[in-house]
Nanobody, 124 residues
């Protein structure tokens, strides 16, 4: 059974930092692209960042470039999203996703597996 579980969300003041983690099991993690998307109520889910299977290619949405860093630890089947200098408009539910490809603007595509999300709230 495939499981994708996020953790690390919470409430933070503007300018603060959070690190999200995501553990994926039941799949060939090292051979897959991984990433993060976010969604606010009433809006579509948007790709935030992703990284391909060999760690050579990454994508960042323009709004988070320079503030967020995505990384992966294949030995632990874990994905991280380090979020610095957080802003109120970063408030959203953040979803971890594992799939075949990491593509600019689209994020992770190809038989994706999604976590249930973790809430990030940035207070002004």
């Amino acid at each position: 059974e495939v499981q994708v579980v996020e953790s690390g969300g919470g409430l933070v003041q503007a300018g603060g930092s959070l690190r999200l983690s995501c553990v994926a099991s039941g799949l060939a993690f090292a051979k897959l692209a991984v990433g993060w998307s976010r969604q606010v109520p009433g809006d579509e889910r948007d790709a935030v960042s992703c990284i391909d299977d060999d760690n050579r290619s990454t994508y960042y949405d323009d709004d988070v470039k320079g503030r967020f860093t995505v990384s992966r630890d294949n030995a632990k089947n874990t994905i991280y999203l380090q979020m610095n200098n957080l802003r109120p408009n970063d408030t959203a539910v953040y979803y971890c996703v594992v799939g075949d490809l990491c593509l600019p603007y689209l994020g992770v595509l190809g038989s994706p597996y999604w976590g249930r999300g973790t809430q990030v709230t940035v207070a002004s």
